[in-house]
């Protein structure tokens, strides 16, 4: 991808082959997203220090505004990509750090290991789903 | 297989990053505090649905959590920077647009994280006001 002008293609150095290149996996797949979920959380974060300058202000119309936009259609869709994305990174995260550990390398446990946080990623996302519509009607 | 590094970078183990493993434990210590953080701030967020102004400003003046909320903020901002900075090192391959780009982020990290924590000491001393 690096323009001809760049160092990397003038060098000519071998890079590794892209993504595309491999037939994608389960465990690859997961692993993809991983880094995906990570980028949109760094931009959805910008969302958490919005958040809490705009209680900050303390002008009241503001933060009406704020909890306006993220109650109405588009606002509901971030937060729902937002909070999948959180919770895959977050049992994926704990995933990473046993590996980093040394534990569950096993081609059989990563398989099992993905499936867990598969599942728990749907089931934590409709637990603070339900809750969070709970509190709407309360 | 002999080594080309010097006997001098051996000692110091820092490699050709320059900074050897921190970059590699600050992602992994930052992703360890995240783990209850994130989860106590997902139930909080939760009891704060339909909350007046008021209410969830004197929710984040509580010292408990706007502790812990200035713990996330400075942990999930320094993760976010260490992680962008792995994929824009893997995938912007100019120098000038990888260093400007590295450097953005950097700053915009920096910035919220900045935002964030004195907006979180304003509203720490002003709910103090607002009490009675």
New interface residues.
């Given amino acids: 991808?690096?323009?001809e002008t760049?160092?990397?293609?003038k060098s000519k150095r071998p890079l590794s082959p892209h993504l595309q290149i491999y037939k994608p996996q389960f465990t690859s797949v997961l692993s993809i997203t991983h880094?995906l979920t990570?980028?949109a959380?760094?931009v959805g974060?910008?969302l958490?220090?919005v958040w809490?300058?705009v209680?900050?202000t303390?002008a009241?119309d503001l933060?009406?505004g704020f909890t306006g936009f993220l109650g109405g259609w588009f606002g509901r869709l971030l937060l729902l990509g937002w909070?999948v994305a959180?919770f895959y990174h977050?049992l994926n995260?704990?995933r990473?750090?046993f590996w980093?550990a040394g534990y569950g390398f096993e081609l059989a446990t990563a398989q099992k290991s993905a499936y867990a946080v598969l599942f728990g990623t749907a089931f934590l996302t409709v637990l603070?789903w339900w809750?969070?519509l709970m509190?709407?009607f309360? | 297989m002999a080594s080309l590094r010097s006997a001098l970078g051996r000692a110091r183990g820092l490699g050709s990053a320059k900074d050897g493993t921190h970059h590699w434990w600050a992602q992994r210590i930052t992703a360890l505090a995240l783990v209850p953080l994130s989860l106590w701030f997902v139930v909080n967020v939760i009891g704060l649905i339909g909350a007046p102004h008021l209410a969830v400003a004197q929710w984040m003046g509580h010292p408990v959590n706007a502790c812990l909320l200035a713990g996330l903020v400075v942990a999930v901002f320094h993760h976010a920077q260490l992680g962008i900075q792995v994929v824009i090192e893997d995938y912007v391959h100019g120098e000038g647009l990888k260093l400007a780009a590295l450097l953005l982020v950097k700053a915009a990290c920096w910035l919220l994280a900045a935002a964030a924590l004195i907006s979180i000491i304003r509203i720490s001393v002003l709910i103090v006001f607002f009490k009675g």
Avoid: C, Q
């Fill in positions: 991808m690096a323009p760049s160092p990397a293609a880094r990570g980028i959380l760094a974060t910008v958490l220090a809490i300058v209680v900050a303390g009241p933060y009406a909070s959180l977050l995260g704990i990473h750090l980093d603070a809750f969070g509190m709407e309360r």
